[in-house]
């Protein structure tokens, strides 16, 4: 089965994880896909074959050579984003991109289209894998997980091909932060992997962002509003305020590259009490701990403002930039660079503007940069992917594999 075959297969799964679930998997239904995955595992020959009961699989392809080779993993996360629903996807290919608008969907009229997304036209030529508008694809990340097993596929059918032992591994719950929470990564075994999650082909990460998320609780004081002079306290109105004590132009929608930001994911509540939700997020760890501290520093000035009690922030830390733990290992970059330039592959060495289970895992001691996977426009009801790219991703894992024996 080639790699958009096996991609259109496992769409079809429905595996959205859940925020705030004390528990890995979030979503049991993510033991379908992770079901399925073991069993095709197993039936192309792979060994050591393992789905946990945390919904992670495990197995490894052996070496076809005695010499001395680092053994590589090659990781993907089955899961999908929470917010918009992977549910009866309805994926099918456009053949031969001309470059034009898409329509995804007659009967309600729904347009993926150039002026909102000048990039199509990068993709002209190619075969693209759509929806129909009304569900995410699920590019991210069941085309790298597509690309692994047609890569493990291959290298199992034909042992002439020499190469060292190769480790794959496939994690829930990524789209929520959990992805690492329970990988065993002694049991997995490899000397470093590369998480095929990445966007088009020539994509290559090893610098994510350091991230944290904060909740910021604030308590009011409901008086009737005939007699609140000098007395009500609208904990909705405080949190305005307290929004706008962040510096408006260090949000998502005004940076990029390596500007961190400020992100208001989540706000609710009334005159009694109200909640704002942040992710924050910079590349460099000194203004990173900055962002923390502006956070904290304006939820002291809303307690100086209204009373001590009014205001707390609850600031955790999610994951770290994946650099300081790569850089020491840079020859995994650099073979990959190389690979790709082989194979006439223009690389696109660029941060990531979030993190991937790369991130935390190279912090519990397994070196994991990002590689391309195909997708594009994630995270959304215009998400697609090529399926012409897909298939030569497929094709430089094999020689990426090769290339530590040669």
């Known amino acids: 089965m080639n790699t958009v ?20 998997p979030s979503t049991e239904k993510q033991f379908d896909l992770a079901r399925e995955l073991a069993k095709e595992l197993r039936e192309m020959g792979a060994e050591d074959v393992i789905l946990s009961e945390y919904c992670y699989v495990y197995a490894t392809i052996p070496a076809t050579t005695k010499k001395q080779v680092p053994t590589v993993g090659f990781i993907a996360h089955m899961d999908t984003i929470p917010e918009i629903s992977g549910k009866d996807v309805k994926a099918r290919i456009v053949k031969d991109y001309d470059g034009n608008d898409i329509l995804l969907n007659e009967e309600k009229d729904i347009w993926m289209t150039v002026s909102q997304f000048p990039f199509l036209k990068d993709y002209k ?21 597509a690309e692994i ?32 929470n329970e990988f065993d990564v002694d049991g997995f075994g490899a000397d470093f992997a590369y998480t095929m999650d990445g966007g088009p082909i020539g994509s290559l990460n090893y610098e994510t962002f350091n991230a944290a998320s904060a909740v910021v609780k604030i308590k009011g004081l409901s008086v009737h509003p005939g007699s609140a002079k000098d007395q009500m306290r609208n904990a909705a109105l405080i949190a305005t305020e307290f929004n706008a004590l962040l510096p408006a132009n260090e949000i998502p929608a005004h940076t990029e590259g390596y500007e ?13 009490e109200a909640e704002l939700e942040y992710i924050i997020r910079d590349h460099d760890m000194e203004k990173f701990e900055k962002r923390k501290e502006t956070m ?65 895992l190279s912090f519990m001691g397994l070196p994991c940069p990002n590689l391309c ?6 995270h959304g009801r215009f998400e697609f992917a090529s399926a012409t790219q897909m298939e030569k991703i497929t094709e430089f894992m094999i020689e990426l594999i090769k290339s530590f024996c040669e």
Do not use: Q, W
């Open 125 to 145: 030529g190619e075969d693209l894998v759509v929806t129909d508008g009304t569900t995410l694809l699920g590019a991210d990340d069941k085309a790298g997980v």
């Open 296 to 360: 904290r520093m304006a939820c002291d000035l809303i307690n100086f403002r209204y009373g001590e009690g009014t205001c707390t922030a609850e600031i955790e830390d999610s994951y770290y930039n994946m650099k300081e733990k790569i850089l020491p290992r840079f020859e995994i970059v650099e073979k990959v660079v190389s690979v790709f330039k082989k194979m006439g592959i223009e690389p696109k060495i660029e941060p990531v503007r979030g993190g991937t289970d790369g991130s935390r």
């Open 260 to 272: 961190g930001f400020y992100h208001l994911t989540s706000i609710k509540g009334g005159i009694e």
């Open 373 to 378: 996977a195909g997708g594009a426009n994630g």
């Open 149 to 180: 097993m047609a890569m493990a596929e291959y290298l199992l059918d034909h042992p002439e091909i020499e190469h060292g032992t190769i480790k794959i591994g496939f994690t829930p719950d990524e789209e929520v932060g959990h992805g690492p």
């Open 5 to 24: 075959d096996r991609f259109l297969k496992y769409v079809k799964y429905d595996t959205n994880s859940l925020p705030n679930i004390d528990k890995v």
